[in-house]
């Protein structure tokens, strides 16, 4: 899904470096708070829905690949994280919801979890 | 052969990740696959947030061959007592002012081994500790 889908479906807005149409395709969610998960489940297709808005988020977000990361609930991260996040090209938007209405709206409009049981390329927990 | 040398303090927490994201970078460049990319990132991650949260100070050596990666990770600190309660998936001394960072998920080194192809750790108490992790291509 086109992340500007994503943008428009959590009312969020685009705080560090926008996508342009098209440009970012997001295929899984991660939610979570802990970096060891998020380096465990997150990949290049997964969007990081987090209420820890740190560069040490940034700085995991890279390492896994993932294109983007969401805060809930309006947090606004730090100056010195949105310049980290726009020198290494990750897109962070915010959104007024919570992680529990983020998922439910994100799982709304079909799109699965990144965590798969097995790890990274494990298979999926279907609901 | 290129080899990578970063020096890591312990609680410092402003470049903390920065060891893990560079080996991702530099790795994407030279155009390894991403998986490899991945787990060697993932790998030298984890060995530098260990330093950082649990040592005084150490190092993390990157090895990069045509055929994979080598991370060497060794410091100056406390050590571990007990290495296989250590290795278990959730055990986590790492102390409170840490877990609002999000770290002490007990599973960092855990991580370290699924993406190891070769994975050692030694350690001695009250001098430091050793982990070396080999991700190979293909
Ligand atoms: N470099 C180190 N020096 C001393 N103790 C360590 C080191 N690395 C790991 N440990 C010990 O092993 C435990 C488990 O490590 P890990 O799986 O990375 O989880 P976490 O870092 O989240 O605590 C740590 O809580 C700590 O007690
Ligand atoms: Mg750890």
């Known amino acids: ?127 | 052969m290129t080899t990578l040398t970063f020096r890591v303090r312990g609680m410092d927490f402003s470049n903390a990740g920065e060891v893990g994201a560079k080996v991702k970078r530099i790795l994407h460049q030279i155009g390894f696959e991403r998986e490899v990319t991945r787990r060697a990132a993932v790998a030298a991650y984890e060995m530098e947030l260990n330093i950082v949260i649990h040592a005084y100070e150490g190092e993390v050596k990157v090895r990069i061959f045509d055929t994979g990666v080598e991370i060497i990770a060794e410091d100056r600190g406390p050590g571990i007592p007990d290495i296989e309660l250590a290795m278990q998936e959730g055990y986590s001394t790492a102390p409170p002012e840490v877990w609002k960072m999000g770290f002490g998920a007990g599973m960092g080194l855990p991580n370290i081994r699924k993406c190891s192809d070769i994975f050692e750790i030694s350690s001695e108490v009250g001098k430091g500790t050793y982990v070396r992790s080999v991700v190979l291509r293909g």
Not at chain 1, 51 to 80: G, Y
Request: proline fraction near 6%; glycine fraction near 8%; charge should be negative.
């Open chain 1, 1 to 127: 899904m086109d992340l500007l889908s994503i943008i428009n479906i959590l009312d969020a807005e685009a705080i560090a470096a926008p996508p342009r149409p098209g440009l970012v395709q997001i295929g899984s969610v991660f939610v979570g708070d802990l970096m060891s998960d998020v380096l465990s489940h997150a990949g290049p297709d997964t969007l990081i829905v987090t209420a820890l808005c740190t560069s040490q988020l940034v700085r995991v977000a890279e390492v896994v690949d993932a294109p983007a990361v969401c805060f809930v609930q309006n947090k606004m991260p730090q100056q010195s994280v949105l310049e980290l996040a726009r020198s290494k090209g990750i897109v962070i938007i915010v959104t007024p919801y919570c992680a529990y209405q983020s998922s439910a709206l994100l799982y709304r409009a079909g799109l699965h979890s990144a965590v798969r049981p097995g790890g990274y390329n494990g298979g999926y927990l279907e609901i």
